[in-house]
């Protein structure tokens, strides 16, 4: 097979997207790691009660029971890691979803697909009265891949086909017939509503360090799975029928990141609740940077959207002392006007 | 089918037509269904005689004082919103194109909280809806506005400000006392139950003097839908019909919202139900009026007796409606 | 002041402009009466722009257009449609519209709010739908139609607004050739029973066969004007097109018929 063989050297040797500065676009990504860790120290060393940074490391490297290094061990370094995990797995999955639909504004929360995980996480944990992470993460899996099947049909269903802004429109509509059978189900046991109202406005607090445990394995997976993909999303970035002709399973490719998403969006949501516009943003700052190559975006945003959220989370837990705002309130707060400025820059496709 | 009577002419559809009779006739009867039924039953005769003033003083009591202000401002609440979403569904020529999507019922809800957290009276609630329903349509129509506003960048604008002010709401809620947390979340459903004619009154006040302007904006909005383009080269001024639509359609869901609370999925479901049914091309506003009228009074019914003695807020039973027209809208396509 | 204009619709000194990006500057226009004016040129070389603003659909950022002597701007949008029709290039079809519906739309400048079907509308939707040869789609859902039937049922729609001018934003494309031609015939039969037609269009030599007056455009400007027979030269084309071409006469319409170089000359063996 001559002619598939020269395709393939075609797609190995000269990707489509110019490969910009390799060695400046790597040190990039060690920079943005640096930055990622210089904010998770802030977050476990600030809030209701800031701690000075040498007690932090203290806290970490030698903890001697006092309070300060109680706080810090087991409320501000769990909280800390899942946003972290929460953040990358957003970041990574509205990177995802915007390549795969071609539509600048997919994201998670706004696509409906965390609402529907959040749907499932309350049926198991209002009806079935499950517990554990690891059970009731399944039902948040089933709940998002139940939200992504429906939104994208309705998205594409029309003469126009899934412009962006049927698809926008199609997430809000069943985001909110979710929500409302959640609450639905919340108003009949006040007990689990109680628990989860603040969990279901979007919340890193509140968590302990066993359900991180519980979900990280998810989360990997879908980070890994989903960084995998980089190089088929390129191509398709083409068309579908363009990536086909460069020899892209297009279909495997679909499945696996709708796979991938279901994952990080799943596990993302049962540790945090529904969160909006953390997905949103951050791909299309990182593209302003690096480009569109996908080996590059998947990687940045994975490392640039926790840095955001860990700063919404110091910054809402900073604003209101003693108490706090929860994260997700903290993403709307910054990603709506984000979203409202793109909406306006944009020429996107009518209706 | 045509009529003509001297200078007058008008151009009917007979289906749709025998449709809007036919709505008419159900929207009667689920309203006498609903004053006749319930904890007290008032045979149906005894409702007829009651509702025009010569029944039973028990029968008057019920019928008058308690269960015909309910019904009436549930029949004219949903006329309201089905209107609302008629206009909005063919401004953004888009079937999930409603006010609840895009921020205006949500901005409304901002407003009724923050009446509930002040302690205001149920008018001051109200009066809060309103104000936070037509401010948030200001805002969202300024920052909308680039040389004209275009039905998509509405949609797009909105659904930020809705996810603002769905997040804003949540806020209140978790800032609030328990008490007042309550009495908020009660109200965010929807409900019809304990309203009287001074919330029946208010709503049909708007819709005596919006739906003479609805009929005014409805041919112009209908050539719109064609494109900008193509309704300008009929000499139609597109902003000013814009304007005005959204106009009309914004005070129709704040009234409405400020009467029963932010019943959602009624405008959006209440206009495909009707064109459905009458098969008109493109939305129509009086069969999306009385379907809204069906629907949110049927569902208020449903309300009541599904989990009798148990009552549901009204807003349950309408997401239940919303769902299963989005699931209508999947089959629809799917052939 | 409007100067008393020879031509019904012309436009002076027009600077044409999207946002911040200027399409033509100064430009002068004018659609002689009763003429088949086809305005052709290289893409983006404006030629949308121009017909949009002559339509009133964008607003000259300097300069005016002027319909009977009068700044069209300054009429009542209703009183132009009803001298000036505009079949734009992307229209929506409404959701399960039928044909005669869709047409009957076109007498909206015609109608009041209590005169809704009058028997003149009747009349004239009757007239466009049997100009146009759709009276026997009349109750076919528009959605469900070819490409070429529906193309014929948007021009059906602007017929029935009965307007002495008719504008055309690119009425052929999309359309396979068969379509083409029987739209442009349309067109030409049209402007034979006495309107004035103007139209942009793609195909050079469709121009030069269907055109009694011919503008043609490069970079937001008018290079030449006049009649295809008359003005259509190798020289125009390279210049217009960057394309050497020879031109002949086409043997069937005996206008212009542009004729592209080969690269190389195909010789035919046995």
């Known amino acids: ?351 | 089918m045509s009529l003509r009577f001297g200078p007058w002419s008008v151009r009917l559809a007979p289906r749709a037509l025998v449709v809007g009779l036919v709505l008419v006739l159900v929207a009667f009867a689920v309203a006498v269904a609903a004053i006749a039924t319930g904890e007290f039953t008032v045979p149906i005769p005894d409702v007829l005689t009651a509702l025009f003033g010569h029944g039973t003083p028990v029968a008057e009591l019920i019928v008058g004082k308690l269960r015909a202000p309910r019904v009436v401002t549930g029949l004219l609440v949903g006329a309201a919103f089905g209107l609302s979403g008629a206009i909005f569904q063919s401004l953004t020529r888009n079937p999930l194109g409603s006010p609840d999507f895009i921020g205006f019922t949500a901005g409304a809800s901002t407003g009724g909280i923050l009446g509930v957290i002040a302690g205001g009276t149920a008018l001051q609630i109200a009066g809060g809806a309103l104000a936070g329903c037509v401010g948030t349509a200001v805002l969202v129509y300024a920052l909308a506005h680039r040389g004209g506003v275009q039905g998509y960048r509405l949609v797009l604008v909105g659904i930020g400000a809705n996810a603002l002010l769905l997040s804003v709401n949540s806020y209140l809620l978790t800032r609030a006392n328990i008490n007042d947390a309550a009495t908020a979340g009660a109200w965010l459903t929807g409900s019809l139950s304990g309203r009287g004619w001074d919330h029946a009154i208010p709503v049909a006040v708007a819709l005596a003097v919006l739906l003479p302007v609805c009929a005014f904006v409805s041919r112009p909005m209908r050539m719109i839908e064609m494109g900008d383009d193509a309704a300008k080269a009929m000499g139609i001024r597109v902003e000013a019909v814009r304007a005005t639509a959204i106009a009309v359609g914004v005070l129709l869901c704040a009234v409405a919202t400020a009467a029963a609370g932010p019943v959602i999925f009624v405008a959006l479901s209440a206009p495909q139900l009707a064109r459905r049914l009458t098969r008109s091309p493109g939305v129509t506003m009086a069969a999306s009026a009385l379907m809204g009228a069906v629907l949110l009074t049927g569902a208020d019914l449903a309300a009541q007796r599904v989990l009798a003695p148990t009552q549901l807020p009204v807003g349950v039973l309408t997401a239940a409606i919303g769902g299963a027209y989005l699931a209508l809208l999947l089959r629809k396509d799917r052939h | 002041m409007a100067l008393p204009q020879a031509a019904r619709l012309s436009g002076s000194d027009l600077t044409l402009a999207y946002d911040q990006r200027v399409v033509a500057a100064e430009l002068d226009v004018t659609i002689p009466d009763e003429s088949f004016t086809v305005i052709i040129g290289p893409n983006a070389c404006g030629k949308s722009t121009l017909l949009r603003a002559l339509a009133r659909m964008l607003k000259p950022r300097k300069g005016a257009v002027h319909l009977d002597g009068s700044v069209i701007t300054s009429l009542p949008s209703k009183e132009v449609a009803r001298r000036l029709g505009l079949l734009p290039q992307s229209s929506i079809v409404p959701d399960g519209i039928t044909v005669t519906d869709l047409v009957a739309r076109g007498r909206y400048p015609h109608q009041k709010l209590m005169r809704q079907w009058s028997r003149a509308d009747e009349a004239a939707v009757t007239e466009a739908m049997r100009a146009t040869d759709v009276s026997e789609l009349a109750d076919r859902i528009v959605d469900e139609l070819s490409g070429g039937q529906r193309q014929r049922v948007w021009l059906a729609m602007a017929l029935a607004q009965e307007t002495p001018i008719l504008l055309l934003d690119e009425p052929t494309t999309f359309l396979d050739i068969s379509h083409q031609i029987e739209v442009l015939d349309l067109c030409a039969d049209l402007h034979e029973a006495g309107r004035t037609m103007v139209a942009v269009l793609h195909d050079l030599n469709q121009a030069c066969r269907y055109a009694t007056h011919l503008i043609v455009m490069r970079d937001g400007a008018i290079v030449a004007e006049g009649e295809p027979a008359g003005i259509v030269t190798p020289e125009l084309v390279a210049q217009v097109f960057d394309l050497r071409c020879e031109i002949i006469e086409d043997p069937q319409s005996g206008t212009p018929l542009i004729i592209p170089e080969a690269r190389r000359r195909v010789t035919t063996t046995a």
């Open chain 1, 1 to 351: 097979m001559p002619v598939g063989e020269q395709v393939t050297t075609l797609v190995a040797d000269e990707p489509v997207v110019p490969r910009g500065r390799p060695a400046a676009l790597a040190g990039g990504l060690v920079v943005a790691f640096g930055v990622l860790v210089l904010v998770a120290m802030a977050s476990v060393a600030l809030g209701a009660r800031s701690v000075p940074l040498s007690t932090v490391l203290d806290a970490l490297t030698a903890p001697n029971g006092s309070s300060d290094h109680t706080v810090i061990r087991e409320l501000r370094v769990p909280r800390t890691l899942l946003g972290i995990g929460v953040g990358a797995a957003l970041g990574l999955a509205g990177a995802l979803m915007q390549s795969l639909t071609r539509n600048p504004l997919a994201d998670p929360g706004l696509l409906g697909i965390n609402e529907g995980a959040a749907l499932g996480v309350t049926l198991a944990l209002g009806l079935f009265g499950l517990s554990d992470p690891a059970a009731y993460v399944w039902f948040a899996f089933g709940g998002a891949a139940l939200a992504s099947v429906v939104v994208y049909a309705l998205g594409s269903s029309g003469r126009s086909g899934a412009g962006p802004v049927r698809l926008a429109l199609a997430g809000i509509a069943v985001g909110m017939v979710f929500t409302a059978v959640a609450s639905a189900i919340l108003r009949m046991d006040s007990q689990t509503f109680d628990r989860m109202r603040f969990w279901l406005t979007g919340s890193l607090a509140g968590q302990t360090s066993d359900v991180l445990l519980r979900l990280a394995p998810f989360m990997v997976i879908g980070l890994v799975v989903g960084l995998l993909l980089a190089r088929p999303l390129n191509m398709l970035a083409l068309g579908d029928d363009a990536g086909k002709a460069l020899g892209v399973a297009v279909t495997r490719t679909r499945v696996l990141t709708a796979v991938s998403v279901t994952l990080l969006c799943g596990s993302a949501t049962a540790a945090a609740g529904p969160l909006w516009f953390v997905g949103l943003a951050v791909p299309h700052a990182v593209r302003a940077v690096v480009g569109q190559d996908q080996r590059w975006v998947l990687p940045y945003t994975m490392l640039a959207a926790p840095v955001l959220l860990l700063a919404a989370d110091v910054a809402g837990r900073l604003i209101a002392r003693p108490g706090e705002v929860q994260v997700g309130i903290m993403c709307a707060v910054l990603g709506a006007p984000i979203f409202i400025l793109m909406a306006r820059r944009r020429r996107l496709a009518a209706l």
